[in-house]
């Protein structure tokens, strides 16, 4: 009965790793410091756990997430609400549907395969903001946004795959 509770808790502390990871990249992300003097736009760090987990676990990172994590960001970011909600909706949905392709894919692929959805809730941003203001914004920031989230992917993935290899994983397949 023992075994039963501990591997129970092991279950749902693993189920709430990826949206942690997505927090905590929300926060980090927002964070009112820039080491750079705001040369280099932050990176989409909580769009990297939705992208991961959405591929390789969808059942720890449910439309719901993506949504709740895209408000978060919108909240912490200080632009038009609803804006990064939809826009993480919208990559969801791309991964969703280009799971099996994309779970295939490897090296400089998986990285190409990231930065599609990337870009895919990139553009999605971009025309919300758009119409939300209703004339064209400036491309170079959003595609600043683009570069650096892809660029800091290729770290990040590591962790993630790490992550996910020692602690979800284990947690998650005991039976």
């Keep these: 009965m023992e075994r039963m509770g501990s591997l129970m808790s092991g279950r749902i502390f693993s189920s709430t790793i990826p949206v942690v990871l997505g927090i905590l990249g929300a926060l980090i992300a927002n964070f009112p410091v820039s080491f750079l003097g705001n040369l280099v736009p ?7 756990p939705l992208y991961f987990w959405a591929i390789v676990r969808p059942d720890l ?4 997430w993506a949504f709740m994590l895209g408000l978060l960001e919108d909240f912490l ?4 609400p609803g804006v990064w909600a939809a826009s993480y909706l919208a990559a969801y949905a791309f991964v ?3 799971r099996d392709m994309l779970a295939g894919l490897s090296g400089v692929g998986a990285l190409v395969g990231f930065g599609v959805a990337a870009l895919t809730a990139c553009a999605s941003a971009y025309v919300i903001v758009d119409i939300y203001h209703w004339r064209l914004q400036p491309l170079a920031p ?8 892809v660029i800091e992917y290729t770290a990040a993935v590591f962790v ?9 994983g284990p947690l998650r397949s005991e039976f």
Aim: glycine letters at 8%; a neutral charge; aromatic letters at 6%.
């Design 42 to 48: 932050p990176p989409l760090l909580s769009f990297m």
């Design 61 to 64: 990172m449910t439309p719901f």
């Design 77 to 80: 970011s200080g632009g038009p």
């Design 96 to 98: 969703d549907n280009q």
């Design 142 to 149: 959003s595609m600043a946004e683009l570069a650096i989230t």
């Design 160 to 168: 993630l795959g790490a992550i996910h290899r020692r602690v979800v």
